[in-house]
C-alpha cells in the first residue's frame, strides 16, 4: 500500500534557528496536506498544495511540492517556542481519504 | 472549517468490554473518517463513515471489532469492541470538506487494562 514517510523523526532546535522536515510519498498524489499537532492535541490543518512545483508561504512557515508530486518539504525561519509540536504531510491520491506521514516532532528550547 | 465534538475525551475500562465514541458535527458533512493514533505514532485510518450505508474498513480493520455508525450527516459513533491492552490508543474522527481537507475532533484516549 501507499506509504509516506517523513524525515527527521525528530529535531530539537535553539529558539531562533531553522527548521525543515521532509516528506516522501511511494506514489504520485493528487495534492499534499501539512498538519501541525501540538503535545497532547489533535491535528490542525495548515496548508493544502495542489500543483507540481508549488511553494506557499505562511508568514515564517514555507511548503514546497516537488516537481514529480511525490515529495513535499516544510521549512520554518527562526523557530519560536509556540513552533513546538509534531509535523505530519497527509498525502491524498485522488480519492477523499488521506495518508499521513510518520511525522517529524519538533523540539524548540528558548 | 467545522467544529468537531468528541466524547468521551477519555476512558479506562476494563479487558473484553465495549466503548463506544462520539462524533458530532456542527453541520451537515459528506465525509467523516475514524483514525487511531498510537502513542507517538501517526495517524491510521480505521475506516470512512458513510451515511446511510456500512462504512468502507482499510486493510487490518474489521467491522466486528470497530463497528461504526452514521444515521445522519452531522453524527457518527465508533466502537472498539471486546477491548484488550493492545487496543490502548487515541481514537480521532475527522470531517473531509471541500478540497480534501479534514477537521479532527479532540480524540478519545482509551487507556484497556
Request: aromatic share 10%; hydrophobic share 30%; with cysteine.
Amino acid at each position: 500500500g501507499q506509504q509516506v514517510m517523513q524525515i527527521p523523526q525528530y529535531q530539537h532546535v535553539q529558539e531562533g534557528e531553522d527548521f525543515t522536515t521532509y516528506c516522501n510519498s511511494s506514489t504520485t498524489l493528487s495534492n499534499i496536506q501539512w498538519y501541525k499537532q501540538r503535545p497532547g492535541g489533535h491535528p490542525v490543518f495548515l496548508i493544502q498544495l495542489v500543483k507540481s512545483g508549488e511553494v506557499k508561504k505562511q508568514k515564517r512557515l514555507t511548503f514546497q511540492f516537488g516537481e514529480a508530486k511525490k515529495n513535499s518539504s516544510l521549512h520554518i525561519t527562526a523557530t519560536q517556542t509556540t513552533d513546538v509540536g509534531t509535523y505530519f504531510c497527509a498525502g491524498n491520491t485522488g480519492f477523499q481519504k488521506l495518508v499521513f506521514g510518520t511525522g517529524t516532532r519538533l523540539l524548540v528550547s528558548p | 472549517s467545522a467544529v468537531i465534538s468528541q466524547k468521551p475525551s477519555r476512558d479506562i475500562c476494563q479487558r473484553g468490554t465495549s466503548l463506544t465514541i462520539q462524533c458530532q458535527v456542527d453541520s451537515q458533512v459528506t465525509m467523516m473518517f475514524w483514525y487511531r493514533q498510537q502513542p507517538g505514532q501517526s495517524l491510521t485510518l480505521i475506516a470512512t463513515a458513510n451515511q446511510g450505508s456500512e462504512a468502507t474498513y482499510e486493510s487490518g480493520f474489521v467491522i466486528d471489532k470497530f463497528p461504526i455508525s452514521r444515521p445522519n450527516l452531522t453524527f457518527s459513533t465508533l466502537t472498539v469492541s471486546n477491548m484488550s491492552p493492545e487496543d490502548s490508543s487515541i481514537y480521532l474522527c475527522s470531517v473531509g470538506t471541500g478540497g480534501n481537507i479534514q477537521y479532527f475532533g479532540a480524540g478519545t484516549r482509551l487507556s484497556v487494562l
